[in-house]
């Protein structure tokens, strides 16, 4: 899967969902139900995800179905025949997938001891690779479009966010230990200085002290 690896490579906020690709992957062979039952899962928990975050409430009961309807809805495309068929495709797909986890599943019923072993059999590795290839293509299109709709603000680091004036403990503490230093009529505090020549030592200083002072 990837192609879904490299989206969320991209798009940090899905990181969490590296845990289901690992699963899907390694059981596509041996165990496909446990695939199935990870794909499943992964295709809900995108869904859910851009619900929440586009504040859509969601019944408990929700079927994949309807999480992925949801989902695609929220997205904010036009009410047209093409747009309306896509999301009816890609949420059969989800309860495709839901229900063929269930009809080859170990633990969803009782099985005899011949249906467990031959329960992979029923779906030829062609027919695994497509459902999973198909899951992935899903999932990239989702997130793709909803971080397209939905950009996030690269977070500021401290060298952009610290005020010289913020840091009021530290200053104190630097100017006692240096002082203040003279050039003709003009005097600035030793942190000041340290601040306005090279912020990142400044900072590399106020990490230690704050570090320091947790410590303590």
């Avoid at 991209?10 to 062979?29: K, P, S, V």
Wanted: with cysteine; charged share 25%.
């Amino acid at each position: 899967m990837d192609k879904l690896k490299k989206t969320i490579e991209q798009y940090g906020r899905w990181a969490e969902l590296a845990i289901y690709i690992g699963r899907i992957e390694t059981h596509i062979e041996s165990d496909f139900s446990h695939s199935l039952e990870n794909a499943k899962a992964l295709l809900e928990t995108i869904g859910k995800e851009i619900c929440l975050s586009k504040g859509i409430q969601l019944s408990e009961t929700s079927s994949i179905n309807g999480v992925l309807k949801n989902a695609f809805s929220s997205l904010g495309y036009t009410n047209s025949n093409l747009v309306n068929q896509i999301a009816s495709a890609l949420a059969t797909i989800g309860q495709q997938v839901g229900e063929l986890r269930n009809e080859i599943g170990i633990s969803s019923h009782g099985k005899s001891l011949e249906e467990i072993r031959e329960r992979n059999n029923r779906v030829d590795i062609l027919t695994r690779e497509f459902l999973i290839d198909t899951v992935e293509i899903v999932s990239c299109f989702l997130i793709r479009n909803f971080e397209n709709e939905n950009p996030r603000k690269p977070k500021e680091t401290l060298e952009e966010t610290l005020d010289y004036w913020e840091a009021e403990e530290f200053n104190e503490f630097w100017d006692d230990s240096f002082g203040e230093f003279e050039m003709g009529n003009y005097a600035y505090s030793a942190s000041e200085i340290l601040y306005n020549v090279d912020k990142q030592a400044y900072i590399n200083e106020y990490n230690a002290f704050s570090a320091s002072e947790t410590t303590e």
